[in-house]
């Protein structure tokens, strides 16, 4: 079992509809979870991060955190074009690991218009 | 404006030549790392540091090398040591570490190919 595990996707929503990206992890110690925003070609950059159980909410985007079940989930409200990219999971403190992230492989979203 | 500047961003490396990357960060964090990313895989860490002349060996830190001799600054070389050395080099930065880190800051990548 992968320690962070994500659909590659592709995930096709068409505009203005809701986009719901999740991520699993294998270390129930894990800490705290981070989700970053890929474009082709360029490097990630964080959208939000989330630490306790429930919901966070920035903008259009909320993260949600459910330790019990072991996923964080990114809902992107009123998907725009320009959101399709691939979206990065990444966890800290997997196994106890807190120097550096665990990173999924990554959900492609493509926002159709 | 702060961030991470990485240099350059294409990169070409014949066979047995040793290449430098450089990255450099003006937002005065103290932890900086290395990240290589192939397609279909997740980022994979290279070297890490904490602190100014100390770093440390990530996963897959066979056939690199780094230093660590200024805060702002976190080179990488790739040697000819690296057998399969073709993918996208990612420079990151952080305020904190683990819990106390407010995510990573990435620099724009290094995408390096031999020829």
């Known amino acids: 079992q992968k320690e962070v595990e994500q659909n590659s996707g592709p995930l096709s929503v068409p505009e203005g509809a809701i986009a719901s990206l999740n991520c699993t992890y294998s270390?129930?110690?894990?800490?705290?979870f981070f989700w970053y925003r890929q474009y082709s070609g360029k490097s990630p950059e964080l959208i939000m991060f989330i630490y306790s159980n429930g919901d966070k909410e920035d903008g259009r985007f909320t993260a949600q955190l459910n330790k019990a079940s072991q996923y964080v989930s990114l809902l992107i409200r009123d998907s725009q074009p320009s959101d399709s990219a691939t979206y990065l999971c990444a966890v800290n403190g997997v196994r106890n690991v807190t120097y550096k992230y665990i990173f999924g492989t990554g959900t492609r979203l493509k926002v159709l218009a | 404006d702060g961030g991470i500047t990485q240099s350059p961003k294409y990169l070409f490396r014949k066979e047995g030549q040793n290449v430098t990357l450089s990255c450099e960060q003006n937002?005065?964090?103290?932890?900086m790392y290395w990240y290589r990313q192939d397609p279909g895989q997740g980022l994979r860490l290279i070297y890490y540091s904490q602190i100014v002349n100390d770093f440390q060996k990530g996963d897959i830190a066979e056939g690199y090398s780094v230093s660590r001799e200024k805060k702002e600054s976190f080179p990488l070389t790739v040697t000819s040591a690296q057998k399969n050395p073709t993918a996208f080099y990612l420079c990151?930065?952080?305020?904190?570490?683990?819990?106390?880190?407010?995510?990573?800051?990435f620099g724009s990548g290094t995408r390096l190919t031999v020829v």
């Open positions: 937002l005065n964090h103290d932890a």
């Open positions: 270390d129930r110690g894990s800490q705290s």
């Open positions: 990151a930065s952080s305020y904190g570490q683990g819990y106390f880190s407010n995510g990573y800051t």
